[in-house]
């Protein structure tokens, strides 16, 4: 962890929520990982509350929060969007975020719902999901599924194939990039991990769903939010990028 990421975390942030200062605002940051998003809100000026299933990831977000934010608005606790109790107990806040979480719940539905259920009225909802590419999701789900029910040799297997695969799919990608004379981007890695950790996150990620835009967009639109920034992974590996605006309560069920 140090300033370049944390400072690529919150333009991030910014570029998406289409703000440069969340001063006065309250940010929820579901399934928190690390805490580098919510020191980033922290860092914009919001009222930050955290959490995550994980209690090695909870750890770790508040050694972040001891190290880079101490006696700051910010509060870690471990939970789960999953758990109706708990999410109730939440209240609602002007920023809801969740970036490659809820595909991970192995409910993937029913988690959307219940975060866009946290949103305040003219509140946003940023949210990432991984993007549906028919067969080829279908077969990372087996790769993933064999992952998890794997031995430490048969894991290291699966890793190096894949970085192999991948990589020679990056390679490509970055040829026909200069190729039509298109930016090849250099700079500090999204989300703040190594490349190693996260192509092991990439492969070992599972429960693993996917939602297409469309299915997405009406979804969220019956429970009452308007989409107001989208940025995909243009049909290819990764996820869809969301912020949707609460205009009203909707009339869905939150059922999936």
Known sequence: MDESRIENAMESLTRALGVTDLTGRSFLDIGCGSGLFSLAAHRLGARVRSFDYDPQ?????????????????????QGSILDDAYTRSLGTYDIVYSWGVLHHTGAMWQAIANASALVA??????????????LNSRLWWQVKRHYVRSGPFA???????????????????????????????????????????????????????????????AFLRERGFDLCFLKTCQGGIGCNEYVFNRTSAGHGDGAA
Not at 121 to 134: A, E, H, R
Request: charged share 30%.
């Open 121 to 134: 009225p003219d509140g946003l909802l940023f949210i990432s999901l991984y993007n549906d590419q028919g």
């Open 57 to 77: 990831s909870v750890a770790a977000s508040g050694e972040l929060r001891r190290r880079f934010a101490p006696d700051s608005d910010w509060e870690v606790r």
């Open 155 to 217: 894991r290291r297997v699966l890793v190096e194939a894949s970085g192999t695969y991948l990589g020679a799919r990056a390679v490509l990608a970055r040829t026909l990039r200069r190729a039509c004379g298109e930016p090849v981007d250099r700079g500090v890695r999204a989300r703040g991990m190594s490349a190693r950790h996260d192509l092991v996150d990439w492969v070992g990620g599972f429960p693993f769903e996917v939602a297409a835009p469309d299915k997405v967009f």
